[in-house]
């Protein structure tokens, strides 16, 4: 296998889209992370990129010695796998958000919901998804690496 590109196949997509759903459906319903979501700067909200970011990098290509990103197929440079483990983790925890309508629940209260222009709740939404997608990448990066 050296010299040669690894096929990335939608399955492996499959495998990560379980495990993202897997660990954010608790985040998600958790009122507690709508708050801090409210209460984050973009700056908060930038770390918590770099966060997910790091743990997915690192569990994809450090923690399995097999796997090498520089042998992947790649887009711009950057190895297809961790690109759809970015778009499943935060993908996942966006979804479910707004499918369990957790958004206008958990922010019915606070007067990010009276804004008439809803740029509160878009951004806090923004918010509380990088803070569930923290755990979803755990998730989909294990469930790609094991299955």
Do not use: C
């Not at 660990?23 to 984050?40: H, Q, R, S």
């Not at 499943?88 to 206008?104: D, K």
């Not at 939404?125 to 803070?131: D, F, L, Q, R």
């Amino acid at each position: 296998m050296v010299g040669r590109r690894k096929r990335y196949r939608i399955a492996d997509s499959a495998q990560q889209v379980v495990g993202g759903f897997l660990l954010a459906g608790p985040f998600v319903v958790t009122e507690e992370v709508w708050v801090l979501a409210a209460n984050m700067t973009f700056w908060h909200a930038l770390v918590t990129v770099g966060i997910v970011a790091g743990i997915g990098y690192g569990a994809l290509y450090k923690a399995d010695a097999g796997r090498d990103p520089d042998t992947e197929a790649e887009v711009a440079g950057i190895p297809v796998r961790f690109v759809s483990l970015m778009l499943v983790s935060y993908g996942s925890v966006f979804v479910l958000a707004l499918a369990l309508t957790a958004p206008t629940t958990f922010l019915v209260e606070a007067e990010i919901l009276t804004d008439p222009t809803r740029t509160g709740v878009v951004l806090t939404t923004i918010k509380a998804v990088s803070v569930g997608a923290i755990f979803s990448v755990v998730g989909a990066a294990t469930a790609d690496s094991v299955f």
